[in-house]
């Protein structure tokens, strides 16, 4: 009788409660079959996405029973599907290492820039792989042209890869930065936009921002502000690490210049992969920072303009279409409303059951992201953070509070363990 592993048993529950009938799409070949992505034959209206449909997500992906993972804002479990791939892939490399074997691998990165590209609404043409959204940040920070006597905007919430690099760049260039700041409890996404719209000055070329911040877990209204520097002749960039793979994006609809992601985050796609999105029409101002073998001043594609970063590993590459093909089974808008859910179950959890607790995160969905920050009063966020791992095997961060940031492999119940460890700890 031939051996199934836990995962492809796993696997396989899970496309049979999904409905689907096929086990092809996310079946892992011997050895790397570089077929492109087609749509996966799953039938979105048929879901109700229950308890019992998000138990069935929660078992593919390897989380122990005595663990609750809560910390999607710095890193995600890739599920077994990926996971499968990309170390399929890599037993190949460790077989043959032959020019003539890793052909297939330049065609799966084609293949997942393919799927990027239909995932995020954009052309494939526009798509570019990196190693993580600091690489992407720095190399937009890095290509731009920019001189003595222009400004650029930057939320003052921005991760330092869109923020001190600007300023380091700032330095050696002579531009100004100006920072801007949002209220601490916004309540409208006019609010937001305010302050943005009040720093702009005819010298002004680009403004960039994080979508959802990883510390407050504020939610700027992209499309607003990318409609804001669009009728102003501005670049407009959007840091995504916070946003791909925990919203229903669609970069066209945002209208944005660039944006920039991590797969190993949200996107729950394998380790140390990013993506590099720059709208077709703004290749020409961008400079490329790194160049390395294959790269041409001919080439018109963002990944082989801007993301010949020399030897990588072919094994996350082409694995990543996989990631896609995991999202498209479940639905990205499923998976974005599971992200609200949670968290708003979280947050009228912890108001009803510890009111002392105090919130960094706006309550309205419409103002936040997967992220919800809070600070028990008189209590150090990192010794709570630590007790909660150590003595209850929750895994949140200590970010200007304690920064929970729940996935679609979390459960309601496992809300309901955070919001009772919380209960202890607070006294
Ligand atoms: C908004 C934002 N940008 C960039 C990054 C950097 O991501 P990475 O470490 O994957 O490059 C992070 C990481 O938390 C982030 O939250």
Request: hydrophobic share 40%.
């Amino acid at each position: 009788m031939k051996f199934k592993s836990t995962s492809q048993n796993a696997r396989r529950n899970f496309l049979k409660n999904l409905g689907t009938g096929s086990l092809a799409a996310l079946s892992i070949p011997a050895i790397w079959n570089p077929e492109p992505v087609v749509a996966m034959p799953v039938h979105h209206s048929s879901m109700l996405p229950d308890e019992k449909f998000w138990t069935q997500i929660k078992k593919q992906f390897a989380i122990p029973p005595n663990l609750i993972m809560m910390n999607a804002a710095n890193l995600c479990p890739a599920p077994f599907s990926v996971n499968e791939k990309v170390t399929g892939i890599m037993s190949g490399l460790s077989k043959d290492v032959s020019f003539q074997y890793r052909k297939q691998f330049t065609e799966g990165r084609k293949n997942s820039i393919a799927a990027l590209a239909e995932y995020t609404g954009v052309g494939a043409d526009e798509i570019g792989i990196t190693r993580n959204t600091s690489e992407s940040n720095n190399i937009i920070v890095n290509g731009l042209d920019l001189k003595t006597g222009d400004e650029i905007i930057l939320w003052d919430q921005n991760h330092p890869s869109n923020g001190i690099a600007w300023e380091e760049r700032a330095k050696r260039y002579g531009f100004k930065v100006k920072k801007v700041t949002v209220p601490e409890n916004p309540k409208s996404q006019e609010e937001l936009v305010k302050p943005f719209r009040e720093a702009i000055t005819p010298q002004t070329k680009l403004i960039a921002f994080s979508h959802i911040s990883n510390t407050s877990g504020i939610a700027l209204p992209a499309k607003l502000l990318c409609e804001l520097a669009g009728t102003k002749n501005i670049l407009s960039f959007v840091d995504g690490a916070q946003s791909l793979g925990s919203t229903d994006l669609d970069l066209k609809s945002m209208g944005c210049d660039f944006y920039t992601g991590s797969t190993h985050k949200w996107f729950m796609g394998p380790l140390e992969n990013g993506i590099l999105y720059i709208k077709k029409d703004k290749m020409p101002q961008l400079w490329p920072n790194i160049i390395s073998v294959g790269w041409k001043d001919s080439s018109n594609t963002v990944d082989e303009k801007y993301c010949a970063l020399g030897q990588r590993n072919e094994a996350t590459l082409a694995g990543l279409i996989e990631t896609v093909n995991f999202h498209k089974t479940i639905g990205k808008a499923n998976v974005a409303n599971r992200v609200v859910q949670l968290n708003d179950y979280l947050k009228e959890q912890i108001r009803t059951k510890i009111p002392a607790i105090t919130f960094l995160t706006p309550i309205s969905p419409e103002l936040s992201g997967g992220i919800t920050n809070i600070n028990l009063p008189g209590k150090k966020p990192a010794e709570i953070s630590q007790k909660l791992y150590d003595l209850h095997g929750i895994a949140t961060a200590p970010t200007g509070g304690i920064r929970i940031a729940p996935h679609i492999y979390n459960s309601l119940s496992d809300i309901d363990k955070l919001v009772s460890a919380l209960q202890t700890l607070a006294v």
